[in-house]
Nanobody, 125 residues
């Protein structure tokens, strides 16, 4: 069992940066690929980024490549999402998710067994 808690969201102007944090409890964190998803009002939840169990491999949606960076620290049971050059269209609730024994490349929500409660990111123009 893995419990996830996100933090770091907030209000930022376009072009600014935010860093999201996801802290996990449970002894299986290092065996989970981790992903960040987001959901804007009236839209489906979409994959943003994923990272492999050891943190070596990272995967990104085309819409955030070159602007966002995902990383993890297994010693701290934490995964990060650094978001730079933010745009108004990045506004959404951001969710952290865990895929037990996954690769991090999976962009399907149904593949992730554990989810956090979400953190709001609002980018003003």
């Amino acid at each position: 069992q893995v419990q996830l808690v996100e933090s770091g969201g907030g209000l930022v102007q376009a072009g600014g940066s935010l860093r999201l944090f996801c802290t996990a409890s449970g002894r299986t964190f290092s065996r989970c690929a981790m992903g960040w998803f987001r959901q804007a009002p009236g839209k489906e939840r979409e994959f943003v980024a994923g990272v492999s169990q050891g943190g070596r491999n990272a995967y990104y949606a085309d819409s955030v490549k070159g602007r966002f960076a995902i990383s993890r620290d297994n010693a701290k049971n934490t995964v990060y999402l650094q978001m730079n050059s933010l745009k108004p269209e990045d506004t959404a609730v951001y969710y952290c998710a865990a895929d037990y024994l996954g690769s991090g490349a999976n962009s399907f929500t149904r593949s992730y067994e554990y989810w956090g409660q979400g953190t709001q990111v609002t980018v003003s123009s």
